[in-house]
């Protein structure tokens, strides 16, 4: 995936391997400095899993800001994904989660 910004930012962001549908669905913030890539389908040797990247822009690079954020098998997790303007808030979604409701 690419990002661009009226003109391209930083690096390509490349996938792992067999990531299933990467950058599916991307949010940025509002100075384009942290983007939020979720990815589903991803081959983590557990069927279903699904990802969310969080990605800071440094200046030059994009930079993966921790380990992959995993969700449960079968929630659809990181079907959807949002930041906030400032980039301070991250909301990944589970449409399937059956948890009651509870966060």
Known sequence: MKIFCWDKRG???NSE???????EMPAISGDDSRIILGTT???T????????????YNGATWELSETPLDG???TQYAGSVVISEQGNRLVVGAVQNSQNGSL
């Open 45 to 56: 040797g557990v069927e279903d899993t699904n990802r969310a990247y969080d990605y800071n």
């Open 17 to 23: 391997a067999d990531t299933g549908a990467y950058g």
């Open 41 to 43: 389908n991803c081959d």
């Open 11 to 13: 690096n390509t962001i």
């Open 72 to 74: 449960d098998a079968g």
